[in-house]
């Protein structure tokens, strides 16, 4: 394979938000074995759950983009080329959820709990999510947010916020901000 071509291929293979290629993954492994009669040894899975969260070293962001499987980070398909080529959006925002979807909306999980039934995982794992406040009305709860995404367009960032949104979505505002500053460990001394 030529170089460029390698370097293609691997383009995702880094941070996101500061092309560190210094990453890291954090493995969360639990396991239920059988136990093999004869020797002792760990047998067959009855189950298993692997967690699995790939880290930026230098700026310490978490790596949405990039999943663990059979011991090797790959790109997660339908993400990694909007969030590598993409530049920065900021939206303000509302989404109005059902109230039963918030678990909790005081307290210190309530950000998290409000971004998640805002936007599900997108909130709490992909996007940078901002809860301003929330309000109560009725049976519903509209949360007022700033989110910041990546995409490679306006539209892009609108669609891919619509598809996220559990609730109605109103977008107020959307602004491209500049990409922040790549990190210094990159290969340059
Ligand atoms: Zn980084």
Not at 52 to 61: G, I, N, R, S, Y
Not at 143 to 168: C, D, I, K
Request: hydrophobic fraction near 35%; charge should be negative.
């Amino acid at each position: 394979m030529e170089p460029a071509e390698r370097e293609t291929t691997r383009s995702w293979l880094r941070c996101y938000r500061c092309w560190s290629q210094n990453l890291e993954v954090q493995v969360h492994y639990e396991g239920i074995h059988r136990i093999d009669p004869a020797t002792g040894e760990r047998a067959d899975v009855v189950d298993e759950l692997q967690e699995a969260v790939v880290q930026c070293l230098d700026c310490m962001h978490d790596q949405p983009h990039l999943g663990f499987s059979n011991g090797r980070v790959e790109p997660i398909a339908d993400r990694w080329e909007r969030m590598i080529a993409g530049t920065p959006w900021v939206a303000s925002c509302t989404v109005t959820v059902d109230a039963d979807q918030v678990e909790v909306c005081s307290g210190p999980e309530a950000a998290d709990a409000l971004s998640h039934a805002a936007f599900g995982d997108h909130g709490t794992h992909e996007f940078f999510t901002h809860v301003r406040f929330h309000k109560h009305d009725e049976d519903e709860i509209v949360v007022h947010l700033l989110v910041e995404l990546y995409a490679r367009s306006s539209e892009e960032a609108t669609e891919v916020l619509e598809q996220a949104a559990r609730g109605r979505l109103a977008i107020t505002s959307l602004a491209e901000e500049s990409r922040p500053p790549a990190a210094t460990g990159e290969e340059r001394h």
